[in-house]
């Protein structure tokens, strides 16, 4: 049984899995297991990887990236799990200060690292609206995601109580995810860049055209579901309304006057949730 499952989702990365592997391999700290699991690749990602034997590959018919990490996190027997998306790298102390980390803070169920950018091969700023909180994250990730999967490591406790990935999201998964841990629990951040993020590039997920009608989804399912505050509610509602209202006009602009008006009736669905202000008030002891 492995400290850490290091689960790495890769499709058609044939250029770019070798690197992230070997960052993996190159950890100081050395009680893992590394598990790639190929969503379908096309190229010779899977050729690649049977120079690795130490790795374990599990390939898999395309379904997305939740389903891969589901499938990898799944497969694992680690206590603590880690993903690395197969265009990022790790510095090799990642495993070793976050494992220290979980050591000296036994209550704490998740953490992320810090990060340095690269954007079509050269180093940029974050803006900062990206800035990582540490602590209480939800009301800040609401507007966009400040969790990275290549910067997490969780207890596998936790990973199995969220039930995953969202396989149904092609999509903000990992907005989703973090969203729905982030309304539970503190979300800590070790403030050292251990991790290479690499962007810009044309099969990022992120590159997707109209992400927010997936966070859009996210945050119905969230109010739907899960357990907030009114605090958190109003917070969550605020930002759904303002998603909404942003894409379907957008959708207008398009002539797509059908699903505009559809957008435009969810966000009418939650206006009469108490604003946050109102939230705040009336959770305030006297």
Known sequence: MAGISVIIPTFNRAGRIEKAV????????RDFELIVVDDGSEDDTLEILKSYPQVHVLPQKRQGVSAARNHGAAAGSGKLIAFL????????????VQADFFANNPEALICQTGETWIRRGKRVNPRNRHEKPSGQVFE?????????????????????????FDESLPACEDYDLWLRIGCRHPVHLID???????????????A???????????????????????CQRAAAAAVLQKKCRIYANGCAKRSRMEEAEFYRAVARHYENEPPQSQAKKENTPP
């Open 85 to 96: 998306d197969s265009d990022d790298l790790w510095l090799p102390s990642k495993l070793t």
């Open 22 to 29: 070997e960052s993996v391999l190159a950890q100081d700290f």
């Open 140 to 164: 800040r990730s609401l507007e966009l995601c400040l969790v990275s999967p290549s910067a997490v490591m969780m207890r596998r406790s936790l990973f199995d109580a969220m039930g995953g």
């Open 208 to 230: 997707m055209p109209g992400l927010d009608r997936y966070r859009i989804a996210s945050l119905v399912k969230l109010l739907e579901n899960q357990p907030l505050t009114a």
């Open 192 to 206: 050292e860049p251990l991790v290479i993020k690499h962007g810009g590039h044309e099969d990022q997920l992120s």
